[in-house]
């Protein structure tokens, strides 16, 4: 018989269940697929996922997101299975949030959240720390300041005067006073970036745009031969990261940028807004698309209103299908009749033959880890850098 532990030191993932609502302008499979993107967020924030919930309904109820019947049955099954936190996969509204903890009685998180967790883990340099807290305390204020009017409205009455109003006002002069900090402390860090940037001058300027978890920073990797983090993990890459590559005697800079998602809290992209200056300044983008990845389309909608967003939608783009290696396993599975939910609706070379007759443009279609048709990319690259080159800095003396 095995030896009795005196403790268990392993720490164990916590347990997490997601909720999710099929609106009237939602289909079923949507949202599972959102739930299955929500489900690689609580993994990638270290959760493990142990089931799913979803409600068909017009609209979010107004006090609890879900029904009541649903939050009762969400209820049973927590307390049954020991679940430690319950994950929405909209922004709850403040009351949402305070009436659904009290039902289920555990941690509970809406995506932006989530999202915002995850930035903090990943956060490395100063900038990114920065931008993360601004963006949390962002978060938190409004439900301060809404939970605090809530206690102002009925200032007056019986128990509502005194220490709870004064304690949230004071809470929220703090969180005030910081977030003045940290937009400080932000506008004397882009000034060095900025610096820095200058100094970066008569350089062509590359940047790697796209869907987390699509292949950027092995693209970036490959390109630079460098080693920039790559991971199966959404948003592995936080901070800006820049490289120098040439290719045939052109020398121009690479930069891999944090990966867009879908729903990304507004405030997140107004703090990232500096991180994105690499975007922003680039002369050509290079869009990276995961084609194994059976939501790329909606993807590609995320990246280009994003883009739009931050007013970098006009440049110059690169388009690059990445992970055929993946489609293609996709694809034989077609041909064998599979029943697989994954399987593309049409063949790779069918995709490439409609998306140059739709978008008037070639695109251009890698493996990054396999290394297939590398080639093409780099002369796709070095083609674009050179006339960009050539416009921009025409004074520039690289032999072609
Ligand atoms: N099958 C396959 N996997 C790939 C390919 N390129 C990258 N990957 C994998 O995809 C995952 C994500 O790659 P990254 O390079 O970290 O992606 P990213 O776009 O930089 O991710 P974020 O930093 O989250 O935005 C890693 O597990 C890579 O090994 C490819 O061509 N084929």
């Known amino acids: ?65 879900v029904g009541t019947g649903k939050l009762e049955e969400i209820r049973d099954y927590v307390k049954a299975e020991e679940i430690d936190i319950v994950v929405f996969d909209d922004e709850l509204s403040p009351m949402q949030l305070r009436n659904i903890e009290n039902e289920l009685k555990v941690k509970v998180l809406d995506r932006s959240n989530l999202i915002l967790d995850i930035f903090a883990k990943r956060a490395q340099s100063a900038q990114a720390k920065t931008q993360v807290e601004l963006a949390q305390l962002q978060y938190l204020l409004p439900r301060l300041t809404r939970m605090w009017t809530h206690l ?5 009455g019986i128990g509502m005067r005194g220490p709870g109003e004064t304690q949230i006002e004071s809470d929220r002069r703090m969180i005030q006073q910081k977030i003045s900090l940290l937009k400080e402390k932000l506008e004397l860090i882009d000034k060095q970036n900025e610096t820095q940037r200058k100094n970066r001058r008569e350089l062509v300027r590359v940047a790697l745009v796209g869907y987390t978890n699509v292949g950027k920073s092995t693209i970036m990797n490959m390109l630079s ?21 040439v290719l045939e005697n052109v020398p ?108 008037n443009s070639p695109a251009i279609f890698i493996s990054a880890s396999k290394k297939e048709n590398v080639d093409e990319l780099r002369e796709r690259i070095y083609e674009s850098v050179k006339a960009v080159n050539q416009q921009i800095y025409p004074y520039n003396n690289f032999l072609y």
Request: charged share 35%; hydrophobic share 40%; aromatic share 8%.
């Open 1 to 65: 018989m095995p030896r009795k532990k005196f403790y268990d030191t392993e720490v164990k993932p916590e347990r997490v269940v997601l909720v999710g609502l099929i609106t009237a302008n939602q289909t079923e499979a949507e949202e599972n697929e959102y739930l299955d993107e929500l489900a690689f967020l609580v993994e990638t924030a270290g959760g493990v996922t142990e089931k799913r919930f979803t409600q068909k309904m017009q609209k979010p109820e107004r006090a609890t997101f």
């Open 152 to 156: 102002e409205r009925q200032k007056g």
């Open 225 to 245: 031969k460098s080693e920039v983090f790559a991971e199966n993990k959404l948003f592995a890459t936080l901070d800006t990261t820049v490289r120098k590559v």
């Open 252 to 359: 121009f800079l690479l930069s891999d940028t944090v990966g867009f998602i879908r729903k990304l809290p507004h405030h997140l992209v107004e703090c990232f807004k500096s991180t994105l200056d690499e975007v922003r300044e680039a002369d050509i983008l290079i869009h990276v698309v995961d084609i194994s990845h059976p939501n790329f389309e909606d993807h590609i909608r995320t990246v280009n209103e994003t883009l739009k967003e931050l007013g970098a939608i006009d440049k110059e783009m690169i388009t690059v299908f990445n992970k055929i290696d993946n489609y293609r396993e996709v694809e034989a599975a077609q041909d064998w009749e599979v029943e697989n939910e994954d399987v593309p609706s049409m063949t790779l070379s069918d995709f490439k033959k409609s998306w140059m007759a739709k978008h």
